[in-house]
């Protein structure tokens, strides 16, 4: 990997990391934005850029941990400039075997300049060069547990009440490992065939004829994980709507749902509208898809799907999910709930979560889930189903809030055999629902229940 570029990726990444790290920004909106301004680049650099910039964020603690073992300033106390640029240093030298380590030094030293910091240019390149040192010295042996696994130690402090060392220790593992895969495109992305648009074996030949290759999900019905593509607004298949870019475990979510043929159903905090769109391909044409979400931005993002797929079967509206509709109650024959949540189980695709949330946002999310239960299991008719799922690890989320729900309203959980494969789901399966942890399948956590009104 060359290093004289027209465009200096490290600068690029730099900017990245400032507006992640020292600004919360959403670390995926800001890399996708970087990455359409210089998609005139070639492959290698555009895959050079995501997994620096990417790398540097999963791995955050891990960097601070091994600066502030080498330098006389602690990362907190840097200017946010010199701060960021040593974690792009670090993550070179520790994690990207094909730059040279004199190479992450020597742009280092040049990248402080260039941004107005030529005094502290001596300061870089000790720093970098005792990373360089320490490296060779220990192999990177000595890290606390937090450090090696870069995870805020309040955070796995948390989870420990539920889970042991075992299990934290291979979350954090997968999602790093899904970071970098993710960064590196070697995962591919997972797709949801819509096959009452056109029969399986023609989409996947449509895929084919693009070049794109596709690898079948065990246990999660129509999805597939597609390699070989340059971008997917190039694909026939996704130009006509007959694929749709959703995660494996939230397919299931639609899969759990089953509804029934002429099914009237309501699906919450819906956008993009992957799942809505999955009922309607399930229901084949008939009944209705109410896809709602709270503002117009998302619900025109639920649109713009609705009009690729061609579905006639889903029509998409703005309503705040927290305020009850008196003309909804008892009228839908399936509600889907999947509701906003602490992410603790897509940190690998979005590592900035874990630096973002504290536990005092988790409980406000647990108490926003409550109300919004409470509000929208009024809307399913007796003997219907409500589906409610979200993207985390954190049982007071998931199970208490469905063992809330049953002691509150007349809901009961169904088991989730006829539509899930205990087997590869796990013994819950049968008891009605199901927590996916990162790694266990498809790299994400994820949160299922099934809940009839009874």
Same mark, same amino acid.
């Not at 607004?233 to 639609?254: M, N």
């Not at 926003?368 to 399913?380: E, P």
């Given at each position: 990997m060359t290093t004289d570029y027209t465009v200096n990726l490290r600068a690029?990444?730099?900017?990245?990391?400032?507006?992640?790290?020292?600004?919360?920004?959403?670390? *995926?909106?800001?890399?996708?934005?970087?990455?359409?301004?210089?998609?005139?680049?070639?492959?290698?650099?555009?895959?050079?850029?995501?997994?620096?910039?990417?790398?540097?964020?999963?791995?955050?603690?891990?960097?601070?941990?091994?600066?502030?073992?080498?330098?006389?300033?602690?990362?907190?106390?840097?200017?946010?400039?010199?701060?960021?640029?040593?974690?792009?240093?670090?993550?070179?030298?520790? *994690?990207?075997?094909?730059?040279?380590? *004199?190479?992450?030094?020597?742009?280092?030293?040049?990248?402080?300049?260039?941004?107005?910091?030529?005094?502290?240019?001596?300061?870089?390149?000790?720093?970098?060069?005792?990373?360089?040192?320490?490296?060779?010295?220990?192999?990177?042996?000595?890290?606390?547990?937090?450090?090696?696994?870069?995870?805020?130690?309040?955070?796995?402090?948390?989870?420990?009440?539920?889970?042991?060392?075992?299990?934290?220790?291979?979350?954090?593992?997968?999602?790093?490992?899904?970071?970098?895969?993710?960064?590196?495109?070697?995962?591919?992305?997972?797709?949801?065939?819509n096959i009452s648009r056109r029969p399986e074996k023609e989409i996947l030949d449509c895929l084919q004829a693009d070049g794109v290759t596709a690898e079948k999900i065990e246990g999660i019905h129509q999805a597939y994980?597609?390699?070989?593509?340059?971008?997917?607004?190039?694909?026939?298949?996704?130009?006509?709507?007959?694929?749709?870019?959703?995660?494996?475990?939230?397919?299931?979510?639609?899969?759990?749902?089953?509804?029934?043929?002429?099914?009237?159903?309501i699906d919450v905090c819906a956008a993009p509208g992957g799942k809505s769109i999955h009922l309607a391909d399930l229901l084949a044409g008939s009944g209705m898809v109410e896809s709602r979400d709270l503002t117009p931005q998302k619900v025109s993002m639920i649109e713009e799907n609705i009009r690729r797929c061609g579905f006639s079967n889903i029509r998409a509206s703005v309503a705040d999910a927290s305020a009850d509709r008196p003309e909804d109650h008892e009228k839908a024959d399936l509600v889907m709930a999947d509701l906003p949540c602490s992410g603790l189980g897509v940190i690998g695709r979005k590592p900035d979560i874990k630096y973002q949330m504290t536990k005092e946002k988790m409980d406000s999310l647990a108490a926003?889930?409550?109300?919004?239960?409470?509000?929208?299991?009024?809307?399913?008719k007796p003997g219907g189903t409500l589906i409610y799922s979200t993207c985390t690890i954190n049982p007071a989320e998931n199970e208490k809030n469905v063992e809330w729900l049953q002691k509150t309203y007349p809901f009961r959980l169904e088991s989730l055999s006829p539509y899930l494969d205990e087997k590869i789901f796990g013994e819950t399966v049968r008891k009605g629902y199901v927590q996916l942890m990162p790694g266990s399948y498809e790299g994400t956590g994820f949160f299922i229940a099934r809940l009839k009104r009874i």
């Open positions: 690029v990444a730099l900017d990245i990391l400032l507006e992640v790290l020292e600004k919360g920004a959403f670390g *995926h909106l800001v890399l996708r934005q970087a990455l359409n301004k210089y998609g005139y680049l070639e492959k290698s650099e555009r895959a050079f850029l995501s997994r620096l910039a990417q790398g540097c964020i999963a791995r955050k603690i891990e960097l601070d941990y091994r600066i502030d073992q080498v330098s006389s300033v602690k990362t907190k106390k840097m200017k946010a400039v010199i701060r960021n640029i040593l974690r792009l240093t670090a993550y070179q030298i520790w *994690h990207m075997d094909q730059v040279p380590d *004199h190479a992450a030094c020597s742009e280092a030293v040049k990248l402080a300049g260039r941004r107005g910091f030529a005094p502290l240019k001596g300061f870089v390149n000790g720093v970098a060069r005792s990373l360089v040192r320490k490296k060779q010295e220990n192999h990177g042996q000595d890290l606390p547990f937090y450090a090696k696994y870069s995870v805020p130690e309040w955070l796995d402090g948390y989870l420990s009440q539920f889970y042991d060392e075992e299990v934290r220790r291979g979350v954090w593992e997968s999602c790093l490992k899904e970071n970098e895969w993710s960064a590196e495109k070697k995962k591919g992305i997972s797709v949801r065939l994980v597609i390699r070989g593509y340059d971008t997917l607004e190039g694909l026939e298949a996704f130009q006509k709507g007959y694929i749709q870019v959703q995660d494996g475990s939230s397919i299931l979510a639609g899969q759990a749902a089953a509804p029934k043929e002429g099914a009237f159903c926003l889930q409550r109300t919004i239960l409470s509000v929208v299991q009024g809307y399913v």
